[in-house]
């Protein structure tokens, strides 16, 4: 009997070598969300219970529609990543894949959704 270290159990197995970019992309997208989030709710606070009218016109200029958009890209990236992260340490087998599509593709049509919705109520 061979008494092995934890490193050399692992030794040869290899890695998915994308841990520290998934890392960076997720603190970049927290400190984002961080800035983004007072901007879009102080854009946006201000709007709750006013008339229809009155929010298109409002979200017709450049820089709420920008705010509101980022906050959308930045959110709905940092979810989908976070989701991932959460269905690649839970689920297991084949499930894991199908999981991941179905979340990727339900944070990106989210995304498109609200960013269409933007873009009509601004162009």
Known sequence: MRYLTDRK???GL?????GVHHFWAMKLSSV???VLIP????????MLGEPHEDVVAHFARPFPAIVAALTLIAGFKHFSDGVRVMIEDYVLGGKRKYAIILMTCVSYG????????IAKIAL
């Open 32 to 34: 984002a969300l961080l």
């Open 9 to 11: 159990r692992a030794v």
């Open 14 to 18: 290899g890695s998915a070598k994308t």
């Open 39 to 46: 901007l879009f709710v102080f854009t946006f606070g201000p």
């Open 110 to 117: 989210l995304m498109v959704t609200g960013l269409f919705a």
